[in-house]
């Protein structure tokens, strides 16, 4: 129905930069926000960022200032640029959506993509 599909991590040295990209595809409404969660081993889910359809933007307290997050609105995708990353930044990264699926009126459902490791090196 909805599918979200990331790309784009992978290993870096500290003090680098990644990209993030997340494209969801199906039988889409309207996107709410779309932003990105993150999960390091043996820790809970934590967000980092958010995207809203009218382009503003909210970031966890410890990626201010590293991480932009962009929305590209027709083509229903959101992306990370992260720069100065650090080795606690190591996690597997998650987009997540809250958007209308096309035929469900006006009630917003939850998406989430596969995940994609990022790997920071000292």
């Avoid at 039988?27 to 820790?43: C, E, L, T």
């Avoid at 992306?79 to 990353?85: E, F, G, K, S």
Wanted: net charge neutral; proline share 2%.
């Amino acid at each position: 129905q909805v599918q979200l599909v990331e790309s784009g991590g992978g290993l870096v040295q500290a003090g680098g930069s990644q990209r993030l990209s997340c494209a969801a595809s199906g039988s889409i409404f309207h996107i709410n926000v779309m932003d990105w969660y993150r999960q390091a081993p043996g820790k809970q889910r934590e967000w980092v960022a958010a995207a809203f359809t009218d382009g503003s933007s909210t970031y966890k307290d410890s990626v201010k200032g590293r991480f932009t997050i962009s929305r590209d609105n027709a083509k229903n995708s959101v992306y990370l640029q992260m720069n100065d990353l650090k080795p606690e930044d190591t996690a597997v990264y998650f987009c997540h959506a809250q958007l209308i699926v096309l035929g469900d009126g006006s009630r917003s459902r939850d998406f989430w993509g596969q995940g994609t490791q990022v790997t920071v090196s000292s």
